[in-house]
């Protein structure tokens, strides 16, 4: 009785603090979703499902987002992971300087996102910009990466997955110092190649971490604001406003804080639905194990 | 051999995107206007132009807005780490209905975007008269995603630490406080420096929520300031913004220079969860 006590008391700063700052405004974003809540306007109507229709079937500019999501939240996983797989898979093999190159791949880990997405806006400049006056010396002429669609998307998705792939490798790097070597070794002694190794006993071993790295990068790549807001603004005509950005420019840019909750449950939604697929599939794999 | 060096050229490909900008940043930062894009690209400035630095100061008050970033940050630290070492402790020492579930909900932060409740955070510290203040880059990351995860990794240190130590200072006559402060918190002094290392670069780096809840220049934060260097058009005044986009970036560098290990497993241990 007197633990119990305790324990509430404990856990209470915290609690209370999480009830205000995250589950009731969690709440609230629902009971928004169904009014045409507005910041400029005092007062909200409910309207019941008019957000949600309005966002299937009247704008067009949902299901763009969604897949402009779905491109960018792709591309930046299978980048970030397949660079970051590679750093680990060689800097695990002794070489020398392998330090080095680890903790140069991790300076921009702890550079704050926004300097990441400013620099590289600089560089990406379209006349005299850095990387094309780079691509110039190949005879190859850029685009006006950020202002052009595709060219656009490709850049955020690109600046966002360099951002973390030293954290990912570092990741990759702890999994592998705790593969066995008698694994490694047997077959080698069995006779296989180097790259059969590579490929039929480390890459396998390293399926669950792998895992978990993805689900990890997803969700945290569904929250991309940063670099969209100041590399192109979502544009040019909205080739990058990925949903996350989306209930922002409706919420605080154009004010139309209910339409915006309808999209902030959508998001949550997806979110959810991740979540629960990983759940699954961590089950899976230790049930299998 | 020959396996080697073709090594060697991957790594420098995949590892020069992740330099090169820091390069690029330091080289702009100290290039006058005419020279920033100037053809072919140098690194090295033909002249220094020693100026920009002091027009990051004139143009906006920044060392305010240092101090705003560091005080923050520093509140967020000492915060998240007192409050996530009390519930911490609690979640993995103490039996109590309610436990798990309680634990489970807290968890649900971590997978929250931040965009999903920002709407009605702002509605809700408007009503409290707290926008275009500090208070709101307090409270949302120590009670957000970064005291919890906190929270988190405090419980799994002391899940992984046997009680002994505890009880025998519980049969000394100690009480559940004093034992906290006097025997938890000394052992839990490492991983206390990992959450305090999260929560300070969390805060340090966060963007979103000065740019929604701060309207004033002085108030701004240093990941908003620097983008804010703009000429009268709008468009960037970009050796400026670099120099300080490089100013903002080297204290965190040189920490990471001074503390790679700690800082590295730190975050990598947060993110492998």
Not at chain 1, 218 to 240: C, E, K, R, W
Not at chain 2, 65 to 87: F, R
Not at chain 2, 110 to 115: C, F, G, K, Q, T
Request: glycine share 4%.
């Amino acid at each position: 009785m007197r633990e119990t006590l305790t324990a509430y008391l404990l856990i209470s700063p915290q609690m209370l603090g999480f009830l205000v700052v995250v589950l009731i405004p969690l709440i609230t974003v629902l009971v928004l979703s169904f009014t045409d809540s507005n910041l400029l306007a005092p007062d909200a109507r409910s309207v019941g499902l008019d957000n949600y229709q309005t966002m299937v079937s009247e704008d067009p500019a949902f299901w763009r987002s969604v897949v402009t999501t779905g491109i960018f939240s792709a591309g930046l996983v299978v980048i970030n992971v397949v660079m970051s797989l590679f750093l680990a898979l060689v800097l695990h093999r002794k070489l020398r300087g392998a330090q080095l190159f680890l903790a140069l791949a991790f300076l921009p880990v702890v550079t704050s996102q926004a300097a990441w997405a400013v620099v590289w806006r600089f560089l990406l400049q379209g006349e005299g910009g850095t990387v094309n006056s780079l691509l110039s010396v190949f005879s190859i002429s850029g685009p006006n990466w950020l202002f052009e669609a595709k060219p656009a998307l490709a850049a955020v998705t690109v600046v966002a997955a360099l951002k973390t792939v030293g954290l990912k490798a570092v990741i990759f790097l702890a999994a592998l110092r705790s593969i066995p070597k008698e694994a490694v070794e047997a077959a080698r002694l069995d006779g296989a190649s180097e790259w059969q190794v590579q490929r039929r006993v480390i890459l396998p071993l390293l399926a669950p971490t792998t895992l978990v790295v993805v689900i990890i990068t997803l969700i945290g790549s569904f929250q991309v604001f940063d670099y969209i807001m100041l590399m192109t603004n979502g544009g040019p005509s909205h080739a990058t406003t990925v949903l996350a950005f989306a209930i922002y420019q409706q919420g605080f840019e154009l004010m139309r804080t209910g339409y915006a909750s309808a999209l902030a449950v959508v998001l949550f939604v997806i979110t959810l639905g991740l979540v629960a697929v990983q759940w699954w599939a961590r089950k899976k794999w230790v049930h299998s194990e | 051999m020959a396996l080697r060096v073709l090594l060697y050229v991957l790594l420098v490909l995949a590892v020069a995107p992740l330099v090169f900008p820091f390069l690029w940043m330091a080289s702009s930062a100290l290039k006058p206007p005419a020279e920033i894009f100037s053809y072919p690209p140098r690194l090295i400035p033909q002249h220094v132009a020693w100026e920009n630095l002091s027009e990051v100061f004139r143009l906006q008050p920044f060392a305010r807005q240092i101090w705003n970033s560091v005080y923050i940050a520093a509140a967020v630290t000492a915060l998240t780490c007192a409050l996530s070492l009390l519930s911490g402790y609690a979640f993995a020492r103490l039996r109590f209905p309610g436990r798990n579930l309680l634990f489970f909900l807290l968890l649900s932060a971590l997978m929250l975007p931040a965009e999903v409740t920002l709407i009605p955070l702002f509605k809700m510290l408007r009503l409290a008269n707290l926008v275009d203040t500090h208070v709101p880059l307090i409270i949302l990351p120590v009670f957000g995603a970064t005291g919890v995860m906190a929270t988190f990794l405090i419980r799994q240190f002391f899940q992984s630490l046997p009680p002994e130590v505890e009880e025998a200072a519980q049969l000394d006559g100690l009480g559940r406080l004093g034992i906290i402060w006097h025997i938890a918190m000394p052992l839990a002094r490492p991983m206390l420096g990992a959450v305090a290392i999260i929560a300070f670069l969390a805060s340090w780096n966060s963007y979103l929520e000065p740019l929604v809840f701060l309207n004033r220049v002085e108030l701004f934060t240093v990941p908003v300031a620097i983008t804010a260097y703009t000429d009268a058009t709008g468009h960037p005044l970009w050796n400026v913004q670099m120099a300080a986009t490089a100013i903002s970036t080297l204290p965190v560098l040189l920490a990471y220079v001074l503390a790679r290990r700690q800082i590295t497993d730190s975050l990598a241990h947060a993110n492998s969860r």
